[in-house]
């Protein structure tokens, strides 16, 4: 297995711009993570996905956010009418339904809004 | 709610030279403990866990033991080296039904020939 994916790697778009992305976790987990991370500081939870089910969303998860994650497999986050604090690495991260309680983090989608 | 502190960076040593990057945490539960890792240009890795108190995680040399009567995970590697250069993160997850996770804010480790 390759471990967690994302795509694209880099995002850059105007402000007022939607952008979306992608994750495919590790093919045997069914937890899925999505976490923001500004620079200087550590990742911050968003939103959390077992199955298809969307279980959990931050407060930091405004109203333009969106994730999906249809068939229980790859989930996608969505930035609607994006702003220019929306800038930030957006990460995924895939674990097994119970402990060890590891959480195996992609490469991230580095977003810059103009 | 939970948080978790560690202390600012960056640090700089010397190859060979002895690491000790703090670590405490706030939490309701009873949390599991890890420190991650983030080498240059690449995504954020497990280093070390510790799921009860006085457990000690242990890997590549870098160890961490869970310290509940203090709320502490300190990071210790007795002997660096040039490529442990990276951002060590300390988090925390509580228990239950699933395993959202706590970060700190990261400290930058440098390591010098």
């Known amino acids: 297995d390759t471990g967690v994916s994302q795509d694209p790697r880099h995002k850059i778009t105007k402000r007022g711009q939607n952008v979306t992305f992608r994750c495919d976790p590790i093919?045997?987990?069914?937890?899925l993570y999505w976490y923001r991370q500004t620079l200087g500081q550590g990742p911050e939870f968003l939103t959390y996905?077992?199955?298809?089910?969307?279980?959990?969303k931050s407060r930091l998860l405004s109203d333009r956010f969106s994730a999906e994650r249809p068939k229980g497999s790859f989930s996608t986050l969505e930035i609607q009418r994006t702003e220019q604090g929306d800038s930030a690495m957006y990460l995924c991260?895939?674990?097994?339904?119970?402990?060890?309680?590891?959480?195996?983090f992609g490469p991230g989608t580095r977003l810059t809004v103009t | 709610g939970n948080s978790v502190t560690q202390m600012e960076g960056p640090v700089t040593l010397s190859e060979e030279a002895f690491l000790t990057i703090n670590c405490t945490y706030t939490?309701?539960?009873?949390?599991?403990l890890f420190w991650y890792v983030q080498y240059p240009g690449e995504g954020l890795q497990l280093l070390l866990k510790?799921?009860?108190?006085?457990d000690k995680g242990s890997n590549k040399g870098f160890e961490a033991t869970y310290r509940k009567e203090t709320t502490s995970f300190h990071l210790e590697k007795g002997s660096v080296q040039v490529s442990d250069s990276a951002v060590y993160f300390c988090?925390?997850?509580?228990?239950?039904?699933?395993?959202?996770?706590?970060f700190g804010t990261g400290t930058k480790l440098q390591v010098i020939p």
């Open positions: 939490a309701t539960g009873y949390p599991s």
């Open positions: 510790a799921t009860k108190a006085d």
């Open positions: 988090a925390l997850s509580e228990g239950g039904g699933y395993q959202k996770v706590t």
């Open positions: 093919s045997e987990h069914n937890r």
């Open positions: 991260a895939s674990s097994f339904p119970s402990g060890p309680y590891e959480q195996y």
């Open positions: 996905f077992q199955n298809e089910a969307q279980l959990e």
